[in-house]
């Protein structure tokens, strides 16, 4: 009876070790893509960004303003954001496609659209109004330049795709801030407010978004453009930004609910 038992054991071993190693070694090659995609220079960007309190959030609330001010470059952190990320995508994509997208990053055109990505969300960007700029380079465009940037814009998401993540996290953190700050809004009259936005924010967002990739691509032809989009739309791409969306919104709405507890603590003992 032991040695079977044993010996189960040991084939189960068998099993489970080079299943484990190769899952191992799939979220190592996930995450250096992910670096190559310059994916950490994004998380980082976003968390300097959810780290300050929005405009007009002093004139609304002050104590909140001055707890968020405090507490928000202690509590987003890009780090996890990025892990989260690295492990789905190990998970949802092969071998293969993982190793062809090292390929296209780590070298030439790859190479080229991390550094001008990465170059458009540095700290010195943020005064910056690439929407403006993108506009500007958008005066005379030729028919096909344009229709490449829409191209490329769309295989990152539709507007209507993008809006409902957006509103969908400001739901969840403001239905944790209200609950942390004893304020008593119904969840249907939140997601009512919520919801009043989702028009404009796609509107803006067809405005927007093509002008963004316009001022950031601008060095980019119209080829160079377009073979981008082809990696972006591909298997092997829309896995990469399906487990990056995944892991931003499971994280970061983990990060927030947090957050939130910890400003409400703040903001009532500033009012005992």
Known sequence: MLRNTLSSIAVLLMLTIPAYAQEQHQTALAGEVLLLNGFDTLTEDQARALSNAPEGTGDNDPDLATAWDRLGPRFFQAEAVFDAAAEQFGEMATLEELESLRGFFSMGLGQRITALEEASQMPDMDGVDQVELGHAAMAEIDPDRLEALQRLTLAFGTPEEIAATSLNRQFVFQQALNENLGRAIPEA????????????????????????????YQSLSVDELNAYAAVIEGGAGQKMYEAVEAAMTEELHSQMRNFAAALGAAVSAENI
Request: proline share 0%.
């Open 189 to 216: 009259d939140l997601l009512a407010m919520i919801i009043t936005q989702q028009d404009d924010m796609i509107a803006r967002l067809q405005i927007e978004s093509v002008a963004i990739k316009a001022f950031i």
